[in-house]
């Protein structure tokens, strides 16, 4: 279900991708049936773990290049981005029916809504800044064609460091 659109805004890509999960989680929210909500669960897991593949690849670096403090901002957009993860891994790892399912999405929303407010605010603003048209352009393509090939999972490390009881 990952959206991938024609723009050259790449700004404009990562946002879809936030409201998409926004209304995602609204529709997870809203459903009274488990299996259902298993189902919408585990698609957010993997809109965000397309997103999260594509925003490490391509948007980051470019941030710690061209940015003021972008290598802080970057290392920072991976440690949220980590945390998002676990809770996406322990979501995946979860037996049909588990309670903790309503618990986990509650939770990892709240991180994910702190992480998508600091890259809507701050983020994406010095990118539009420090970045010029041709590269924007150029990232909203690696963007795009990022979704096709991005991991649809958390990452091993994040997966094991989860089974360990280390996040």
Do not use: W
Not at 28 to 35: G, L, V
Not at 60 to 83: D, H, S
Not at 132 to 143: H, M, P, R
Not at 146 to 155: C, L, S, V
């Amino acid at each position: 279900m990952s959206v991938l659109i024609a723009t050259s805004d790449p700004v404009e890509l990562i946002k879809t991708d936030h409201r998409l999960v926004e209304t995602l989680y609204g529709d997870f929210k809203s459903q009274a049936d488990m299996m259902e909500k298993q189902r919408i669960a585990l698609q957010i897991c993997k809109e965000l773990s397309v997103h999260a593949g594509i925003e490490e690849r391509f948007l980051y670096p470019l941030l710690a290049e061209k940015a003021p403090n972008g290598q802080e901002l970057q290392q920072r957009a991976i440690e949220e981005t980590r945390e998002v993860q676990a809770f996406l891994a322990k979501i995946e790892m979860l037996e049909k029916d588990d309670p903790q399912l309503e618990v986990l999405m509650d939770e990892m929303m709240t991180n994910l809504r702190q992480h998508v407010l600091e890259e809507e605010s701050e983020m994406l603003p010095l990118l539009k800044e420090h970045v010029d048209a041709s590269q924007l352009e150029l990232l909203a393509t690696k963007l795009d064609r990022g979704k096709r090939t991005a991991p649809i999972h958390p990452p091993p490390e994040v997966v094991q460091s989860v089974q360990q009881g280390a996040m």
